[in-house]
Structure formats: structure tokens, C-alpha cells
């Protein structure tokens, strides 16, 4: 039996968030100029509220007798954030194929919301709360939850429109000549259509999660440490505390729980996934895993399981709808009533702006601005240098791992799990280290940044290295092509798409583990690097929300203006011109 590896394959899905028939650039911008706008007026409004106050746990107990608590909440905080992203995800979706205008109102907000920084959520969201709610545990739950919502949402919503508007034609007449209702279409051809890319999408995003929930249960605001009881407060404590032996068991117990994770939750789902993927029925079979096996062995399991099948289908064949739903997006009809609502829209965000400029400005000078935005530009600079340095190490030897079959299988799983580990846990080793050698310059620093991003790259070289066709490979071989030239003319055109979709996926996460990698802290130490982290760092240090508030802004500008410039013309190049059929 061929135990293929189906669990977490990746596929070349280029950097352009949504497929071309979402793509608006002017309903992006008009996006992004909403949202900015929005958040200048939060901005003007926070500080009124204040982060005074001690967090919800002042210090917490490292005793080992402690540690599973802490494990058990922080993955109930994970499982809660999947499942609060994957049922707004679905809302969201079913919204914009159900409504033209609904489409044109969330659609734009999609490049918006990838762009903006996760981590910077719970330095925006703790003083609402604790100003709503001072002191209730359920401020605390509402910080993480919504964090790791905000690393999983837009990933989600992005797989499914692309996968909605790939539905093929074929089914799509099948289920008109089944006269199904809109609600119907939704959850019996379009949402299994999605689901084997939404399994991988949601894996392969699982780093950025467990990252950002670690950093959100411990974050430092007004010089207090807000420890919201998990295990990423306990390292937080470890590292205040200087305990190495804390450290070393929150790194082994974050690697068992990613074993849980693989073993419970995504090898049965990813085995479960292929039923809905069309064309692979003639394929060898994948090998059942052990705990989906005892589900469908275990009598009791197997009456739960088939109880809420039949609920699930019941549920899918609610007659609601119309008859036959066409979403089309043709716009020429009402394109001039469009325009007035957009040059209406411009304007309304625009007044709002120039009223709130001065208080605006009373927060924020020109020299901090422009400190802003230097200090991204830094950071910019920074992040691209080291994925150019981690490209030229992963390149070959993907291509080396890629092109042996038998070696493939077993790095591509240790390269997964490598992905799923979050970074930040290894960041107080580095700190530490930065500490017992001063003379280490703050340069060494920069490697944190693609510390877990590198592991995109590399698996998007492996899977390209490992799907290129053999027979070409073979006409190359005897066509006596070599060294320079096989690399130019061969090999790179066929895994160029699968390198940018990995490099664009590396450079966003970058850019979220900037913000912690440019401040480390060990014990009462701090270490820093000029860069947009570090300034968003120390302003949510001095207790000012507002200026963590405009380094937000300004990374989330940056990095829309590298999708629009740089990211979304290479991959209309290499979908139009190195496409292999």
C-alpha cells in the first residue's frame, strides 16, 4: 500500500489573495481607505481609555504540577479560534455568492485584513477590555481567541472563494438538473468542493496560530505583564524569571501537543478530505490513520459519528433558496451607480478623517510618523534580505530532496512539523545567548525573523522539485544540458510558482514575527533592533496604544503596497508565462 503523504501537501496558490473575478483595485483601496479610516478614529479614541492596571494574572506559578492546566486552556483557546474562524468563514463566503452586494462590500476588505499585523490585536484590544470588563476572565479568552480568529479567518475565506469559483462547469449543471435550492448548492457541491483545500490551508497556517496565541497570553502594556494563564504565559514567566528548565519542558510539551494535534485533528481530516477531491479515484489508497481507524471500529464512536451525519444532512437539504442562484459579476449595468457610492463613501471617510486630523495629530507628530515609517522600511529591508538568504540555502537543497523520491517523503514530514512549531519559543534561547555574549551585534538578531517562515520556502521548493515531470527531466538528460543552463532553462521555470507561492506565505509571516523578534527580553534585559517591532514594542512598553496603533497602519500599508507592486505582478507573470500543461 503506498502511504502517500496527503495530510499536508502544498499546492502553488500565487500570492493574489482573491481568484481574478474578485480582483477590484479600486474596491481595495476604497477597502483600505475605510479601514485606515476607521482605525484613526479608534486611535483618536483609545487613549481616553487608558492601560493602566496589572493583568489578569500578575505572576504565575512555574511548578510543573501547573503545566497541564495551562497546556489544556491554551489549546481550548486554539480549538475555540478554529471553530469561531471556520464558522464566520462560512458565513462570510456564503455572503458574497449569495450577494452581489454583500461581494462588493467584503470582497476589497480581504487584502486589507491579510495585510494587518495579528500581533499588534491584543495591544488594540486589552485596554477596551479591561476599560468594558476590568478584571473578568472572559477578557482574557475574548484577547486570545480573537487573535488566533484573525491568523485563520482571512486564510480561510481567501481558500474558499477560490475554490467556489472553481467549481467546474460540469457540476454546477448537475446540481441544476437537481433543481437545488441556493442552501443546498452551498453545502452539498460548493462546501465539499473547498474542503480538501481548506484542510491544508488551515494546517499549514497553524504556526502563525500557535505563535500568535502564545504572544497573546503574555504581552507586556504599560510596563505591566497582562499573563492570561496558558503556556505562553508560563514561558513569559520562565523568561522573566531566567529558568532554563521551564523553557526546555514549555519546548517539549509545545511539541507534544503538535503531535496531538497531527495525530487527533488533522491526519483524519486530511484522510477524510480526499473523498471530496474529484479525479482521484484511481488512485493508490491512503493509509487509514490509527485514530480514524478506532472511530469507525469503536461502536460507540461509530453511532455518535453516524447520529451527526444524518443532523448534517438534514441540515443540508433544508429547502431554502431559490431554485437556481447565478452569481455573476458582470458590472456593467450598475457601474456608474457603483462609482457615485464609492466617490460617497471616499467622501464620508474622507470628512471623518479631516475632523479627527487634529486629535490625530495631537497623538501622533510628523516625527513620530516618520519615525513609523522609517522603522518599517528597516524592517522591510531586513525581511527581504533574509528570505533572499534563506532562498539561496533551501533552493538547492530542495531541488536535491525534491528530485529523490526516497528521501522526499520523510523530510517533507519533518519540514511540516518544523512549520507547525512556533518560533517565538525559541526566541528566549536567542535572547539568552545575546546576553552571555554582549559584544554580539544586533544584526544577529534578523535570523528570528525567518526562523519559522524559512519552512513556507522550503516546502514550496520540495513540492515543486518533486512535481516536475520526469520526462522532461529525461529529455534535459539526454539533450546534454548542464550545470548554469539546466538551472535556468529547466528546472527553475517548472518550480517558480511553487517557490513564490512559499516565498509570499515566508514573507508574510515575517512579517507578524517581526514584532517579537525585534524586542526579546531575558529577565530584566532587553534587547532590540531598529525596526518596526521594536517601535511598536516599546510604545506598548510606555503604555501608548495609539502609537502601536500607527505601527499597524504603517506595516499594514507596507505590505499591501509589496501585494500590489511586487507580489501580484510576479505571480500574473508566472501563471501567464511558466505555466507547465
Not at 259 to 277: G, K, M
Not at 437 to 462: D, E, F, H, N, T
Request: net charge positive; glycine share 8%; with cysteine.
Amino acid at each position: 500500500m503506498n502511504d502517500r503523504k496527503q495530510e499536508f501537501s502544498f499546492s502553488p496558490e500565487l500570492c493574489s489573495s482573491l481568484p481574478a473575478p474578485c480582483r477590484n483595485r479600486k474596491g481595495i483601496w476604497l477597502a483600505g481607505f475605510i479601514v485606515f479610516s476607521a482605525i484613526l478614529f479608534a486611535v483618536s479614541w483609545l487613549p481616553a481609555l487608558g492601560a493602566s492596571g496589572t493583568g489578569f494574572a500578575p505572576a504565575l506559578p512555574l511548578e510543573l504540577v501547573y503545566l497541564p492546566n495551562y497546556v489544556v486552556q491554551t489549546i481550548g483557546r486554539m480549538l475555540a479560534g478554529l471553530m469561531l474562524s471556520l464558522l464566520s468563514a462560512l458565513l462570510c463566503v456564503g455572503f458574497i455568492f449569495r450577494s452581489r452586494w454583500a461581494a462588493r462590500c467584503l470582497l476589497p476588505f480581504m487584502d486589507v485584513g491579510q495585510s494587518f499585523p495579528v500581533l499588534a490585536v491584543p495591544f488594540l484590544v486589552i485596554p477596551f477590555l479591561h476599560y468594558q470588563m476590568p478584571a473578568q476572565a472572559v477578557g482574557a479568552e475574548f484577547v486570545v481567541v480573537l487573535t488566533i480568529w484573525c491568523s485563520q479567518f482571512w486564510g480561510m475565506v481567501q481558500v474558499m472563494c477560490q475554490r467556489f469559483y472553481g467549481v467546474p462547469a460540469e457540476l454546477e449543471d448537475v446540481a441544476c438538473c437537481f433543481g437545488l435550492t441556493s442552501w443546498q448548492r452551498f453545502w452539498q457541491l460548493e462546501v465539499p468542493f473547498a474542503i480538501p483545500a481548506l484542510v491544508r490551508k488551515t494546517m499549514l497556517s497553524m504556526g502563525g496560530s500557535w505563535f500568535a496565541a502564545l504572544y497573546a497570553e503574555s504581552v507586556v502594556l504599560d510596563g505591566h505583564n497582562w499573563l492570561f494563564a496558558g503556556l505562553g504565559s508560563y514561558v513569559r514567566q520562565a523568561v522573566s524569571d531566567r529558568n532554563v528548565a521551564a523553557l526546555l519542558v514549555a519546548l517539549l510539551v509545545m511539541l507534544g501537543v503538535i503531535v496531538l494535534f497531527d495525530q487527533f485533528l488533522f491526519r483524519p481530516l486530511s484522510v477524510w478530505a480526499v473523498r471530496f477531491q474529484p479525479g482521484k479515484s484511481g488512485e493508490a489508497p491512503l493509509v487509514e490513520p490509527w485514530f480514524l481507524k478506532l472511530l469507525r471500529r469503536t461502536r460507540v464512536f461509530r453511532l455518535c459519528i453516524l447520529f451527526c451525519v444524518g443532523i448534517g444532512r438534514k441540515f443540508s437539504r433544508l429547502p431554502l433558496g431559490a431554485r437556481y442562484v447565478q452569481f455573476n459579476e458582470d458590472e456593467g449595468v450598475d457601474a456608474k451607480h457603483a462609482r457615485i457610492r464609492g466617490f460617497m463613501a471616499i467622501a464620508l471617510f474622507g470628512l471623518i478623517g479631516v475632523l479627527l486630523w487634529p486629535r490625530f495629530y495631537a497623538l501622533h507628530d510628523l516625527p513620530m510618523i516618520s519615525t513609523a515609517i522609517f522603522s518599517c522600511g528597516i524592517t522591510g529591508l531586513r525581511i527581504l534580505l533574509m528570505v533572499g538568504l534563506v532562498s539561496l540555502v533551501w533552493i538547492p537543497l530542495g531541488v536535491w530532496l525534491g528530485l529523490r523520491s526516497s528521501y522526499t517523503g520523510r523530510v517533507e514530514r519533518f519540514i511540516q512539523y518544523c512549520a507547525v512549531f512556533p518560533a517565538n519559543l525559541l526566541f528566549p534561547f536567542w535572547a539568552m545567548a545575546f546576553v552571555a555574549c554582549s559584544s554580539m551585534p544586533p544584526i544577529w538578531q534578523s535570523p528570528l525573523i525567518v526562523l519559522g517562515a524559512q519552512w513556507y520556502i522550503a516546502l514550496g521548493v520540495l513540492a515543486g522539485a518533486a512535481a516536475y515531470p520526469s520526462d522532461l527531466l529525461e529529455a534535459a538528460r539526454n539533450l546534454n544540458v548542464k550545470r548554469g543552463l539546466w538551472w535556468r532553462k529547466v528546472l527553475l521555470p517548472g518550480i517558480l510558482p511553487y517557490y513564490l507561492a512559499g516565498l509570499v506565505a515566508a514573507t508574510s509571516n515575517a512579517w507578524n514575527a517581526a514584532i517579537a523578534a525585534e524586542w526579546l527580553q531575558w529577565g530584566p534585559q532587553i534587547i532590540s533592533v531598529n525596526g518596526i517591532g521594536s517601535f511598536m514594542a516599546n510604545a506598548a512598553t510606555q503604555g501608548n496604544v495609539s502609537a502601536v496603533a500607527l505601527g499597524a497602519i504603517v506595516m499594514c500599508l507596507f505590505m499591501m503596497l509589496l501585494n500590489v507592486f511586487l507580489w501580484r505582478p510576479l505571480s500574473d507573470y508566472v501563471a501567464r508565462r511558466l505555466k507547465l500543461n
